[in-house]
T-cell receptor, first 111, second 117 residues
């Protein structure tokens, strides 16, 4: 079956630091890959996505590249802000299937 | 575009009562809607998938008589927690997909915090 593995948090960074949150996946076919962000007390918001190998998704300074050879979709940002503090979920979806989520990684950014 | 709302955002009820949560797609027709449950500091657990006009498909371990799902129109799905108990307290999140194929993405509502006393 499909699965998504994320690095455990919390990830604690100072403002303007570089961020990487690792995500690897297992899928039987060719999934689409997503990063969702959940701010405290809110639902999920789609941050970025990639639908095929070597695609790079980007939004709000965040980037992730679909690496089929390493089955990875790591999230990166060059300079984090306090407002980026949230829980980040990596997810995949294959055709005709529902979303499979990772367990989430909490990011805490201090001034 | 692709906005999903939930109502109420928070609800507190007494044990034994029933609670209805609404999920609406505001600017698109949602053939498929999903209901998730999220425990504190944990990931989302898919409860059920519903298609408009059909019975919901429940995930293994989810009691369909306790969590009643109705998807009566292309813009509205409801989750009713019947005879709620404290262990049903949780954050419930719905999502909606524009097509029957769930290939692309789901649009999530802001969630409903249920507290059962």
């Amino acid at each position: 079956g499909n699965s998504v593995t994320q690095m455990e948090g919390p990830v604690t960074l100072s403002e303007e630091a570089f961020l990487t949150i690792n995500c690897t996946y297992t899928a039987t076919g060719y999934p689409s890959l997503f990063w969702y962000v959940q701010y405290p007390g809110e639902g999920l918001q789609l941050l970025l996505k990639a639908t095929k190998a070597d695609d790079k998704g980007s939004n709000k300074g965040f980037e992730a590249t679909y690496r089929k050879e390493t089955t990875s979709f790591h999230l990166e940002k060059g300079s984090v802000q306090v407002s980026d503090s949230a829980v980040y979920f990596c997810a995949l979806s294959e055709r005709y299937s529902t979303l499979t989520f990772g367990k989430g990684t909490m990011l805490l950014v201090s001034p | 575009g692709a906005v999903v709302s939930q109502h109420p955002s928070r609800v507190i009820c007494k044990s034994g009562t029933s609670v209805k949560i609404e999920c609406r797609s505001l600017d698109f027709q949602a053939t498929t809607m999903f209901w998730y449950r999220q425990f504190p500091k944990q990931s989302l657990m898919l409860m059920a998938t519903s298609n408009e006009g059909s019975k919901a498909t429940y995930e293994q371990g989810v009691e369909k008589d306790k969590f009643l799902i109705n998807h009566a129109s292309l813009t509205l799905s409801t989750l009713t927690v019947t005879s709620a108990h404290p262990e049903d307290s949780s954050f419930y999140i719905c999502s909606a997909s524009p097509g029957q194929l769930t290939y692309n993405e789901q649009f999530f509502g802001p969630g409903t915090r249920l507290t059962v006393l």
